[in-house]
């Protein structure tokens, strides 16, 4: 079992940042792929960015790439996402997510794991 714990949301100006930060606790944090998605009110969960066990590997949604980075550090079982330039349309509830297997990060069902989300609001 994975316990994932979501901070660092909140109210935002467009334009400005936040980063979020996910702990991890009861397995070995170096055995996961961690994604982070997002729900806006009233849609579908979606892909946000993952990074590989050890951070040679990262990938982005279209509409995040070169604004928002992941990152993580293992020895303090955390994984981050630096949200930069924010819009409006980055409102939304935003969850980690942990994998230990293999398959495409990009979608949700390979992630075995969620935390309860922390809320990020973009005002204009």
């Known amino acids: 079992q994975v316990q994932l714990v979501e901070s660092g949301g909140g109210l935002v100006q467009a334009g400005g940042s936040l980063r979020l930060s996910c702990a991890a606790s009861?397995?070995?944090?170096?055995?996961?792929?961690m994604g982070w998605f997002r729900q806006a009110s009233g849609k579908e969960r979606e892909f946000v960015a993952f990074i590989s066990k050890f951070g040679s590997t990262t990938n982005y949604a279209d509409s995040v790439k070169g604004r928002f980075t992941i990152s993580r550090d293992n020895a303090k079982n955390t994984v981050y996402l630096q949200m930069n330039s924010l819009k409006t349309e980055d409102t939304a509830v935003y969850y980690c997510?942990?994998?230990?297997?293999?398959?495409?990060?990009?979608?949700?069902?390979?992630?075995?794991?969620w935390g309860q989300g922390t809320q990020v609001t973009v005002s204009s």
């Open positions: 009861g397995r070995t944090f170096s055995s996961f792929t």
């Open positions: 997510a942990a994998d230990d297997g293999v398959g495409i990060h990009t979608l949700t069902a390979p992630y075995d794991y």
